[in-house]
């Protein structure tokens, strides 16, 4: 049960400071770099396409070499450094390394994670325990939403943006 709570705790804060910041990328995108619509979208295709393959290839490797804290925590790894690369981006490329390196992570704990929550319950548990985890995970991206406003609502200019990236790399220390 431990497992669980922790794991729960650990989606929390990494979800909340990726959400927090995920609806003003568009914007920054392109206020600050003058990216156009179809190239932010671009952006969050060659991303998400990212998590989607990876989920395949780390079940595949949880399953194979059994090491699902490791691979877990190698997909949580990429999440702090994409926070420390998006307050660091020069340009809309170093955007998009930031958000591919933000779904590599993703698409690699997603699976060792589900993976620890089943071994963790017991099996008429089990489905109400990964329940447990998304309950999490919905939290945290509902306040995610809510604390943008609360930094960043005088007024949106690239300044305010880049002080909420700065306000997105505490949830997760």
């Given at each position: 049960?431990?497992?669980?709570?922790?794991?729960?705790?650990?989606?929390?804060?990494?979800?909340?400071?990726?959400?927090?910041?995920?609806?003003?990328?568009p914007?920054?995108?392109?206020?600050?770099?003058?990216?156009?619509?179809?190239?932010?979208?671009?952006?969050?295709?060659?991303?998400?396409?990212?998590?989607?393959?990876?989920k395949?290839?780390?079940?595949y490797?949880?399953?194979?070499?059994?090491?699902?804290?490791?691979?877990?925590?190698?997909?949580?790894?990429?999440?702090?450094?994409?926070?420390?690369?998006?307050?660091?981006?020069?340009?809309?490329?170093?955007?998009?390394?930031?958000?591919?390196?933000?779904?590599?992570?993703?698409?690699?704990?997603?699976?060792?994670?589900?993976?620890?929550?089943?071994?963790?319950?017991?099996?008429?548990?089990?489905?109400?325990?990964?329940?447990?985890?998304?309950?999490?995970?919905?939290?945290?991206r509902?306040?995610?939403?809510?604390?943008?406003?609360?930094?960043?609502?005088e007024?949106?200019?690239?300044?305010?943006?880049?002080?909420?990236?700065?306000?997105?790399?505490?949830?997760?220390?």
């Amino acid at each position: 049960m431990l497992n669980i709570i922790f794991l729960g705790l650990v989606s929390f804060f990494t979800d909340l400071s990726t959400e927090m910041i995920y609806p003003l990328i568009p914007l920054y995108l392109t206020t600050a770099f003058g990216a156009t619509p179809a190239l932010v979208g671009v952006i969050e295709g060659i991303a998400e396409s990212m998590a989607s393959l990876l989920k395949v290839f780390s079940g595949y490797i949880t399953d194979r070499f059994q090491k699902k804290k490791a691979t877990a925590f190698a997909g949580y790894a990429p999440g702090v450094l994409y926070k420390l690369a998006l307050l660091f981006a020069g340009s809309w490329v170093g955007i998009l390394g930031a958000r591919v390196l933000d779904r590599i992570g993703k698409g690699i704990r997603t699976a060792p994670r589900d993976v620890l929550v089943s071994e963790s319950a017991d099996k008429g548990n089990m489905g109400r325990l990964l329940e447990y985890i998304r309950h999490w995970i919905c939290r945290a991206r509902r306040l995610a939403y809510l604390l943008p406003i609360l930094f960043c609502v005088e007024r949106v200019t690239i300044l305010t943006i880049k002080e909420c990236l700065y306000y997105q790399l505490f949830p997760p220390l």
